[in-house]
């Protein structure tokens, strides 16, 4: 009885090695080329791509997990670089002097005073997330976020001072008319405005229905659009005492707003770009994908171009 048992422990044994030998002779090498290829693109098919700007010469986008595309305007050949830490970028703006500051997920803010070929990076001390920023007409950084704060530093980022609406609601973006008249919107209708330069803030009567903009923009202090959910774009004519509805021709949610040159492009998720023309939206013929766009710059008069989720960034033809 035991030498029948342990001549089947040994048989069972020999069996399974034969039968792993057998399999790993089988298998196919595994195969890289493709991940490797995909590795080697300047843009992956992963990236989320959150932010563009347009410095001089240079287009600049920031994504996730520290993405940093750059590549001359007049051809488009981008080059890659990560950050270190992969900061995960939600928003990107260009300054009076032509430096850049990045604004990521992990309360820093990121400085290039050269096009995007090298950062820098600021910690700024609050527990609030934060959600934009944008750069004043005197340089200063300024970035909004939850519990209605807004953070701010006159200094290039060596301080910051940090301010509340004591709202619990959180604000979406913030804009200059001048270096002393600013306005602010946010979740719940939130609207407010400053005539000081920031330091103390006038709260309005909020956008009916509690309409949360997850995006504004105003051409001065009485014209202005906020959009959000359901492809709802809203207008006023008086600074927000009333709004009307604009027709677009999406039902799909807008993240972001672009004006220049007395354009407005809008764009949203499902592929969606927009162009305000009088009082209502036409959509701009962009690839069918069920992708978010984020946002866009213009290239020149004929190139408009956009970034967004999976590696989306592409020219629309305007």
């Not at 989320?48 to 520290?66: E, F, I, K, T």
């Not at 890659?80 to 430096?99: A, G, H, K, M, W």
């Not at 959910?229 to 009333?242: K, N, V």
């Amino acid at each position: 009885m035991f030498i029948k048992i342990r001549n089947n422990h040994y048989l069972r044994s020999t069996l399974m090695f034969a039968l792993i030998t057998f399999l790993a002779g089988c298998e196919a090498p595994l195969n890289l080329e493709g991940v490797e290829k995909e590795m080697s693109k300047a843009v992956h098919r992963t990236d989320q791509l959150l932010g563009v700007a347009v410095s001089q010469d240079q287009v600049v986008v920031v994504g996730s997990d520290g993405v940093v595309l750059t590549s001359p305007v007049s051809e488009l050949k981008w080059q890659r670089q990560q950050l270190s830490n992969n900061p995960n970028f939600v928003d990107i703006e260009l300054c009076p002097d032509t430096s850049l500051i990045a604004l990521s997920m992990e309360h820093q803010l990121w400085i290039s005073d050269d096009q995007g070929q090298h950062w820098r990076s600021s910690d700024i001390p609050t527990q609030e997330s934060l959600t934009s920023v944008t750069c004043g007409p005197d340089n200063s950084y300024w970035a909004t976020g939850s519990f209605s704060t807004l953070v701010s530093s006159h200094d290039k980022g060596a301080s910051w001072n940090e301010l509340s609406l004591n709202e619990d609601a959180a604000i979406s973006s913030v804009q200059f008319f001048d270096s002393r008249n600013l306005i602010a919107t946010g979740e719940f209708g939130l609207l407010a405005r400053s005539g000081d330069g920031g330091a103390s803030w006038t709260m309005f009567d909020p956008i009916p229905n509690e309409f949360f903009p997850m995006t504004s923009h105003f051409s001065d202090p009485s014209t202005g659009w906020v959009a959000g959910l359901g492809g709802i774009i809203l207008y006023t004519a008086d600074g927000g005492q009333s709004w009307q509805s604009q027709e677009t021709p999406t039902d799909s949610p807008i993240y972001n707003f672009y004006a220049r040159d007395g354009r407005l492009f809008a764009f949203g998720d499902h592929g969606t770009v927009l162009e305000q023309q009088r009082n209502s939206w036409r959509k701009l013929d962009t690839p069918k994908i069920p992708v978010y766009l984020r946002d866009g710059k213009l290239l020149d008069d004929k190139r408009l171009l956009v970034s967004g989720g999976w590696g989306v960034l592409f020219t629309v033809d305007i």
